[in-house]
């Protein structure tokens, strides 16, 4: 595969479209979060078991970025994206009509699978057809979406459950999903062209790097100091600090309104300073934040809950750019889904349920201390990242 750089105006629609799309994506993985206390009482269900469906989805994401390769080197980038965003709605409405616990169980991994297909083809489609220069950019506009679906999940839910039960607002989100899906297909511009489906010889060759393996410990960080924590940021308030729930929830959204301002900066950071200080100190502050927020009294957790989020927005585009650099340009979306597939099942997955699992505990406060701790110490093999770009033999060429 070479570039095949668009139109500036393409590049527009086709950065619009995809981040639209991954909005949905990511909001269908993060609603769970502030609907959790209403769906714990509806169905009499623990800290654990509540948390325990963010393994679900993470089982189903998993799945479906190790399933990505194979689908894209048949349909191109552009039909999988399509699929994936349709595919995602399907499974959200199968859970708004779900009359059972393992029915809404089975309905998650769905969510999880379709979810999955998507980034590896997003990510290559946008990395193929925009400059390399300008990819930190690019990425940081498309990591707009996480930032806007961390907002729009807690307020969406606290305004509509004021109408509406649960599974109307899990069923609108899986409207939109299956229309926005539909629209790529038809009007989307890139993506025109096949992936790499996983062999054993093209996962070897990328397992071997060193770089690979110290990403794949590092996106783990990054997801569970966003979508772990995040995850179960309303139940600790509210069971453990005994804040409302509507409060709760309205702190959530309203804490990553500055991240907004950061997603847009994080770009423009990761192409000043290179990936690796960027990926070096949002690691500290993650650290150091999840500490507080589990460590400090009182009404202080209020402070911690919109400061924790606010770096952890700047790892991603420098993360996607080293990962679009470790792996030959016809094989980045396999370097993304099995990068994200250890980090999504760890982060995404385990970390909620351990949190949970922590809560029913009453030590959900020390939980995050815990998380906090080992995310410091993984700022060890950082140093070690090789950035240089592998030639189509296997060889490297000069990188970054």
């Known amino acids: 595969m070479t570039n095949l750089s668009l139109s500036r105006k393409s590049q527009l629609v086709l950065l619009g479209l995809l981040t639209g799309i991954f909005l949905l994506n990511f909001l269908s993985r993060v609603v769970l979060a502030p609907l959790l206390p209403v769906i714990e009482k509806e169905l009499g269900l623990g800290h654990t078991a509540a948390g325990a469906f963010f393994m679900m989805i993470a089982l189903g994401y998993s799945t479906g970025l190790i399933g990505s390769g194979f689908l894209s080197s048949r349909l191109t980038h552009r039909r999988t994206i399509a699929l994936a965003s349709v595919a995602c709605g399907c499974a959200f409405l199968l859970i708004a009509a779900s009359q059972t616990l393992w029915m809404i169980r089975f309905g998650l991994f769905l969510v999880g699978v379709s979810t999955g297909i998507y980034l590896p083809s997003g990510i290559t489609t946008i990395t193929s057809s ?7 950019r690019a990425l940081a506009v498309h990591e707009l979406a996480p930032s806007l679906a961390y907002i729009a999940a807690p307020l969406l839910v606290e305004a509509l459950l004021l109408l509406f039960p649960w599974q109307a607002i899990i069923a609108l989100i899986g409207g939109a999903s299956i229309l926005l899906g539909l629209t790529f297909l038809r009007i989307g511009p890139g993506g025109d062209f096949t992936g790499e489906a ?15 393996w110290i990403m ?12 772990g924590i995040y995850s179960m940021i309303p139940l600790y308030l509210v069971a453990e600090r005994g804040l409302d729930r509507s409060l709760a929830n309205t702190l959530l959204g309203l804490s990553r309104v500055p991240v907004i301002v950061m997603a847009l900066f994080s770009g423009w950071i990761s192409d000043r300073f290179g990936p690796k200080p960027t990926i070096a100190a949002v690691i500290l502050f993650n650290g150091l934040a999840a500490i507080l927020l589990g460590a400090l009294p009182g009404r202080w957790v209020v402070l911690m809950v919109f400061l924790q989020p606010m770096l952890t927005v700047c790892f991603f585009p420098a993360g996607f750019t080293v990962l679009s650099r470790i792996a030959e340009p016809r094989a980045r979306n396999l370097s993304v889904s099995l990068t994200i597939f250890i980090a999504y099942l760890i982060g995404a997955g385990l970390i909620p349920t351990l949190l949970g699992i922590f809560g029913d505990a009453g030590m959900f406060g020390i939980s995050f201390i815990l998380v906090g701790a080992v995310t410091l110490l993984c700022l060890l093999p950082i140093g070690r990242l090789d950035l240089t770009e592998p030639k189509k033999d296997g060889g490297p060429i000069a990188g970054a």
Do not use: D, E, Q, V
């Not at 925009?130 to 930190?136: D, K």
């Open 130 to 136: 925009i400059g390399s220069a300008h990819w930190g």
């Open 198 to 212: 996983p062999t054993l010889g093209n996962i070897r060759l990328l397992t071997g790097r060193p770089s690979f």
């Open 216 to 227: 794949a410990i590092l996106f783990c960080l990054a997801i569970a100091s966003s979508m």
